[in-house]
């Protein structure tokens, strides 16, 4: 049987990982600036998390979400503990994009209402409402164009008050650095008015965290770079290490009632382990102070660089824009210097979306290859 050809693919075949680096099966060693996509927080094969998935998996990997589950009980608090989210509660599930489908039903259900204001160049899944609220038309099939949404641009306050005015608006949903879309930021005020805006007119505020959560922006999360106070906060990439694991935090003043959402994996034991080991490193190696200084050094190196017009993004989650596409130099940084990096809709722009643990010597590394393959690369 083949597999349905959905992804265009490099030529290349990992087979193992260990820190920063991926080894392909002729035993190639990768710089991995990718993250596999912002998913790799705490290193490829962490020897905790190892051990804490192997551990779990022999006694028990499984069960259902009708029993007691002290795990996910130890994951709520300890995500508490670090995030600052004081008082939020969890719902577990999956992935990113179920996360957001969670989000948006929780602000459907809590408030009565179903129209959605989200932002142009925001991605936030592939199911249902979170495909609904990413503004990419390719993406979205007629079933998901029934939702009820409108896209305004980053910054225009004036535009989400006449929305919300409207009354109709259940959720604001916003990606406090969009990801997919190319690293855009909005601004300080613009994101507290909207926030403001969304308490007085019965509106949920959801930060999608699923790539900028879990200390990618120096910060646990990057709306704690605001003064804002989201009523749901979507997680899910850097959350397992690469187990699939994803959640909601649900502000206190939003009652839970039984059956209002539910999953048969989410929140399972092994997903627990995965995700308690990724937060004990988390904190044990300090990696949001190594996140801001590794931002620092990588921000410096990127000024020098005369072809990068414009570096966009916070923490380990960075944006080098340049004045031409950057296809082939991101293939001729795998296929020649053996470095991953990402791309974004934004076909000028690399993105950088490295395990936290990644350190100054990794960053030389990419910048003495950047400069070979730029002084190569015909624009
Ligand atoms: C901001 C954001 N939200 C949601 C998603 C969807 O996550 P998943 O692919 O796990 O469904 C992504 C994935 O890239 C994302 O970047």
Not at 27 to 38: E, F, K, R, S
């Given at each position: ?40 927080s705490?290193?490829h ?107 305004l ?48 007119n019965?509106?949920?505020f ?63 034991h092994l ?80 993105r ?28």
């Open positions: 049987m083949p597999l349905f050809d959905v992804y265009p693919l490099y030529e290349v075949t990992p087979v193992s990982g260990k820190d920063i680096f991926v080894y392909d099966d002729k035993g190639t060693a990768y710089l991995d600036l990718y993250g596999g996509h912002a998913v790799i705490i290193g094969a962490h020897p905790h998390y190892v051990e804490a998935i192997t551990k779990q998996v022999a006694a028990l990997g499984f069960y259902s979400n009708a029993i007691q589950n002290p795990l996910q009980v130890a994951l709520a608090n300890k995500l508490e503990a670090l995030s600052g989210c004081k008082d939020y509660a969890l719902f577990l599930c999956n992935s990113g994009a179920e996360a957001n489908e969670n989000a948006l039903k929780l602000a459907s259900f809590k408030t009565g209402k179903s129209r959605v204001i989200a932002f142009k160049n925001g991605f936030h899944g592939r199911t249902s409402a979170a495909v609904a609220v990413t503004d990419n038309t390719n993406i979205v099939a007629p079933i998901n164009a029934q939702q009820d949404v409108t896209f641009e980053l910054n225009d306050v004036e535009g989400v008050k006449r929305e919300l005015e409207k009354g109709d608006v259940c959720a604001v949903i916003v990606e406090f650095i969009q990801g997919v879309g190319g690293l855009d930021q909005g601004s300080k005020a613009f994101f507290e008015q909207v926030d403001a805006l969304c308490k007085t019965n509106t949920f959801i930060a999608d965290e699923v790539q900028s959560g879990y200390g990618r922006s120096g910060k646990f999360f990057a709306f704690q770079h605001y003064n804002v106070n989201p009523e749901v906060i979507s997680i899910a990439k850097g959350m397992g290490n690469g187990f699939p694991i994803g959640g909601i935090l649900i502000h206190p003043s939003i009652e839970a009632k039984h059956g209002m959402l539910g999953t048969t994996f989410g929140g399972n997903a627990c382990a995965a995700g308690l080991a990724v937060l004990n490193t988390i904190e044990e190696e300090r990696l949001i102070a190594n996140v801001n200084a590794i931002s620092n050094y990588f921000i410096s190196k990127a000024k020098s660089i005369p072809q990068i017009k414009n570096i966009k993004g916070r923490g380990l989650m960075i944006g080098l824009e340049f004045d031409f596409e950057i296809g082939n130099l991101r293939k001729k940084l795998i296929y020649e210097h053996h470095i991953f990096t990402g791309g974004a809709s934004n076909k000028k722009l690399i950088i979306l490295p395990p936290l643990t990644i350190k100054k010597e990794h960053v030389d590394q990419f910048f003495e290859a950047l400069e070979k393959a730029l002084d190569h690369t015909d624009s």
